[in-house]
């Protein structure tokens, strides 16, 4: 396979949890959507993703039956039965599953968006998701306070290595960095 710079550089285990879903961008960056209806796979999924959002508050927050829940997920989507029935059962006896999948993604595309525009051209977004996947499934607050941490240490690391390479402005310039 032909080296990404959207891969994560060291071999992990593959994530499960909050990080499982981060990436769910990375696919349209990589190209993998030659025209608009190659898009549909994707789609779909994230259909899945707002019906489990869905029957997870609804089940535990409103006290929908199983029953209940089976039938609005076959309504709304298009898993099989079997498919369905297996879902519910695990949002059963796993209350929040979704929603914390779901916060979890939006966390991680909030700092993403936060560090690229801190760093400027300097991000890397290998760098970004080496960090992202480096920790296994954390508490959000703690995840964030790592993140941040990477990002500081990305804007010193930057900073220094523009020291040493002096640019036609002078050495004292943070190339790639905007000015904070």
Do not use: C
């Not at 760098?127 to 920790?135: K, P, T």
């Amino acid at each position: 396979m032909a080296s990404s710079p959207f891969l994560p550089t060291a071999k992990r285990p593959r994530p499960r949890g909050t990080t499982s879903r981060a990436p769910l961008r990375l696919d349209a960056e990589l190209g993998l959507y030659k025209d608009p209806s190659s898009r549909f796979g994707h789609l779909g999924e994230e259909m899945i993703r707002a019906i489990r959002l869905v029957v997870d508050t609804e089940m535990h927050g409103l006290w929908w039956s199983r029953e209940k829940a089976v039938q609005f997920f076959l309504e709304h989507g298009t898993s099989s039965p079997l498919e369905v029935e297996t879902e519910i059962d695990r949002y059963l006896v796993m209350p929040e599953q979704a929603l914390g999948y779901k916060m979890g993604q939006l966390r991680i595309q909030e700092l993403r968006s936060r560090w690229e525009k801190r760093l400027g051209p300097s991000f890397n977004i290998r760098r970004f998701h080496d960090q992202v996947l480096a920790e296994g499934a954390l508490p959000l607050e703690v995840f964030e306070q790592l993140v941040d941490r990477w990002g500081e240490a990305e804007v010193a690391r930057v900073k220094k290595d523009s020291l040493r390479r002096p640019t036609q402005a002078g050495p004292s310039t943070a190339e790639g960095l905007p000015d904070t």
